[in-house]
């Protein structure tokens, strides 16, 4: 639906839409609200609505005429500060409330552009119980109409991407066999994170477990007052806030769940998990060296923004950011044990908040395709899982899908993680596969799996030079978990954590059994799940009871609106795919040049992308040209794709069932 257009002095204003999907009856229950000026919300709609358009014009103000009928904005007090208001627009017809403009805007140019007709994908509409995309296990419906005419090139996502999986699914239709390394170079996330992913994964094996990753959700604490520390007590158990100089406890500590979003610029080791011995005062943890000529570094502390609910508009948790020493942060895995004897209702919300995503999932960096009609192999080189990060080279512990009531030490070192696809099937043209339509989508880790359990008395030791480091922290006395040893395969729900090294889980919990140690945090974990289960409303009921939120990147999976201080996903406006796509062509060589500043301020990085490692200071292409027989898309039509957020149609958002309860086999 087109604009129109009127002057109003130096104000453009632009016509809204003539369709609404309002419900005029969504609004303030409280009588503490009163309607709030919307000409600062509609200018900044109507603005990022031309820009899209290519017709803004400089140093012109554009407005809408009025908000789509229905929608109305909102105000009260902030409690904690009654001089500032804060603005919820109202009327969205699941009773989801706008916080900002920025939010809105997504569902905006849906009733732009579609009026009554197609589906609306924004953050409010993908909330809804009864969106197909607002879950992992939904049951095929079969076919869709998929509002566009049939392709004769590779699809491209709503920033002009093209989607690699779907050009992948099609070729291995008409070849019948097909292995290919895959490279994204059209797309901005992978060019700009594709060093860093590298380069963490090739470090992993002198990684240490117990370091928490960016991207991962962690109990902490604030830092405390001089010389008091956390301690666990050898009596209870539970932990306490304890003076030395006083030589008592003086009560229980306030823990937080919150995402790490930076990570020192120094090793860190077993030692600072343990407080520091010095009566001196630490060093600062935020800006803790002041460069000569560049920005500060963070040398000590891991910077962690409080977690806020996937359930609510409201992000101001993820504002209240705090740089944490290592000997004051836990992983969630054990968030029972950390809040044993601590009362539900002095939980700071963001622990709540953390359970609600913990049964949520979302993989990093797709690196090669397999496949054999009709069914395919994407290869990944980590996953998010609930609270944590798993690469290729960790070792992690794993609960048997087949007896999960019973505590043994199984633990995996994972090789492969693999999203499996079974019986695709192309779409109405009968020539695109997409992916939508097949019988079920799993995903699964692959590797040898270790137990201390041994099957028969008989039962031979592996080789010590096969064991992992946090293996042989425990000991050199592991056996394979099957008699035919070999690789296996775990569903990605067996997992609950990464296996953290023996001296890491002393220092965390000494008063804890030495013997219970590689089994603490189990059933912390599954109960976590079992409480996201029934509280993240964007998991939908299954025939199979599968109960899990798939999200396209971290981001997502967490609906994260700002990291580091910056919009993410989409809530970042001033993300301009189309102009730097140009500039990667400028990179390739298959642009001369294009004009950066003309078009605006652009960010690149800034944007948590699939595994949340971009740096807002990586603006390089690292990148070597493609391998022979490697996949690269190109750009062709894609440039021409108008961008609106960071979504692409990977082949993790599919309306499909998904398997997670996959046993371990060979």
């Not at 895959?182 to 090739?202: H, P, T, Y």
């Not at 001089?226 to 406890?249: A, C, G, M, T, V």
């Not at 296996?499 to 030495?514: G, K, S």
């Not at 062509?585 to 960010?603: H, I, P, T």
């Amino acid at each position: 639906m087109a604009p129109g257009r009127k002057s109003i002095g130096p104000v453009t204003t632009i016509q809204g839409p003539d369709y609404s999907d309002a419900d005029a009856t969504h609004r303030p229950l409280k009588s503490n609200y009163t309607r709030a000026n919307e000409e600062s919300f509609m200018q900044k709609i109507a603005t990022k609505w031309m820009q899209e358009q290519g017709a803004a014009q400089a140093g012109r103000t554009y407005s809408l005429d009025k908000l789509p009928k229905g929608y109305e904005l909102w105000e009260r007090p902030r409690p904690s500060d009654p001089s500032h208001f804060d603005r919820w627009l109202y009327g969205h017809p699941n009773h989801k409330t706008f916080d900002s403009p920025y939010r809105f805007y997504p569902h905006f140019k849906y009733l732009m552009q579609h009026g009554s007709g197609g589906m609306c994908t924004c953050e409010m509409c993908k909330k809804s119980k009864t969106s197909p995309r607002s879950s992992i296990s939904a049951p095929v419906a079969g076919p869709k109409a998929r509002g566009r005419p049939a392709l004769q090139k590779a699809p491209v996502d709503e920033e002009g991407t093209p989607d690699i999986c779907c050009l992948l699914f099609t070729l291995l239709q008409n070849e019948g066999r097909l292995t290919r390394k895959i490279e994204e170079r059209a797309s901005l996330d992978w060019r700009a994170e594709k060093a860093l992913v590298d380069n963490f994964v090739e470090n992993i094996p002198n990684r240490p477990s117990f370091l928490p990753l960016p991207g991962e959700i962690v109990l902490y604490l604030r830092p405390l007052p001089s010389l008091l520390q956390l301690k666990q007590n050898s009596k209870s158990e539970h932990f306490r806030i304890y003076d030395p100089i006083k030589n008592r406890y003086t009560g229980s500590p306030q823990w937080l769940a919150g995402i790490i979003t930076q990570v020192p610029d120094s090793s860190l080791d077993v030692s600072h998990l343990h407080p520091p011995l010095s009566s001196e005062p630490p060093p600062a943890l935020s800006d803790a060296v002041e460069g000569l000529s560049g920005p500060s570094i963070n040398l000590t502390g891991f910077r962690i923004e409080p977690l806020p609910s996937p359930n609510s508009p409201d992000k101001n948790l993820s504002k209240q950011h705090t740089y944490v020493p290592l000997h004051l942060i836990r992983p969630f895995t054990f968030w029972q044990t950390c809040l044993q004897d601590i009362p539900e209702d002095s939980w700071h919300p963001s622990i709540h908040n953390a359970l609600t995503a913990s049964a949520t999932v979302s993989l990093i960096d797709r690196h090669t395709f397999k496949g054999n009609w009709p069914n395919a192999d994407v290869y990944s080189k980590g996953i998010y899982i609930g609270a944590e990060a798993y690469w290729v080279g960790d070792t992690v512990r794993l609960t048997s899908s087949t007896q999960p009531n019973v505590q043994s030490a199984l633990v995996m070192h994972i090789h492969n993680i693999v999203t499996s696809f079974k019986n695709l099937r192309a779409e109405a043209d009968g020539r695109t596969v997409t992916g939508d339509r097949c019988d079920s989508i799993s995903i699964v880790l692959q590797g040898p799996v270790y137990t201390l359990d041994p099957l028969t008395e008989n039962h031979r030791d592996v080789p010590v030079e096969q064991l992992t480091k946090p293996m042989r922290s425990y000991t050199e006395s592991w056996q394979h978990s099957s008699s035919q040893g070999g690789n296996l395969e775990a569903g990605f729900c067996c997992v609950f954590s990464r296996l953290y090294e023996e001296e890491a889980m002393r220092a965390w919990f000494p008063a804890t059994p030495p013997a219970q140690l590689i089994h603490l945090g189990r059933e912390d974990t599954l109960h976590a799940r079992s409480i996201a289960a029934a509280t993240d409303e964007r998991i939908v009921d299954s025939s199979d009871g599968t109960k899990w939120f798939w999200g396209g990147c971290r981001a997502e999976a967490l609906d994260l609106a700002t990291v580091n201080g910056l919009e993410v996903g989409e809530y970042d406006m001033e993300r301009e795919a189309r102009v730097w796509r140009e500039v990667l062509q400028v990179l390739d060589g298959r642009r001369e040049k294009v004009d950066v500043v003309a078009r605006g301020q652009l960010r690149m990085g800034k944007r948590v992308g699939e595994g949340v490692l971009s740096s807002s200071d990586e603006d390089e292409d690292e990148e070597s040209e493609s391998e022979s027989g490697d996949v690269d898309t190109g750009e062709g039509e894609a440039s021409e794709a108008k961008a609106e957020n960071d979504d692409m149609r990977s082949p993790e958002r599919k309306k499909v069932k998904v398997e997670v309860a996959v046993p371990l086999r060979q």
